[in-house]
């Protein structure tokens, strides 16, 4: 595997949405390429800290500044 697909499909291994084949074929390229391995770790690390996050509520007005922000482009 390539690094431009390694990176295409990292965010599906990362989530664990590939199918095996291509799992084992990613998983296989990260023990040979240490920049997609790192790469591959900060986003895990990227999505377990937003998983993490405490959702909160948008103010009331929100949906009316957007709607205010949108009208000056």
Do not use: F
């Amino acid at each position: 595997m390539k690094c431009k697909w390694a990176k295409l499909l990292s965010s599906h291994y990362v989530e664990q949405e590939l199918g095996l084949k291509r799992r084992k074929i990613l998983a296989k390229h990260l023990e040979e390429c240490s920049v997609c391995q790192k790469e591959v770790e900060r986003l895990a690390t990227t999505v377990k800290i937003i998983r993490e996050m405490e959702e909160i509520d948008p103010p009331r007005d929100y949906v009316e500044a957007v709607r205010v922000n949108l009208k000056k482009y």
